[in-house]
């Protein structure tokens, strides 16, 4: 017999939430359980690599999709958009006009440099980014 719930890795570039969730809820439900999960810090503007959020529409979940990042249909269930147990989804956060915010990631180790003057990563082994 399948799970009916599954666990979801939901990553910034430093920052790990893992959310339980129904295969039957949709993805708007996760990123509820995703914004409560950092909000559940005093002050989550201050963590490095979370700006301040304050509603779902601040952010976007996205998985990994033939080495780009896809986001996630907000309508759409866990089920249909084919998340596994333990599948990684990432989060890109919005600015205060609802656009994206740039950021890149390195494309050896997943690191995301922040500083947009940084276009290399500091890790042993890669020095190249590409944007999100």
Known sequence: MPPSEIQLIVKTHRTTVVIQTPLSATIQRVKSSVLSALNQFDNP?????VPSINS?????????????????DASKGVRDQKLAA???LYIRFRDQNGEFIFQHVCTACGYWPQCLPLLHCTCMYSNAVRPL
């Not at 503007?45 to 690599?49: C, I």
């Not at 779902?56 to 996630?72: Q, T």
Request: with cysteine; net charge negative.
């Open 45 to 49: 503007g201050t963590l490095e690599d």
């Open 86 to 88: 333990w599948a990684t």
């Open 56 to 72: 779902e529409g601040d952010f976007e979940l996205c998985k990994m999709d033939s080495s780009r990042y896809v986001a996630l």
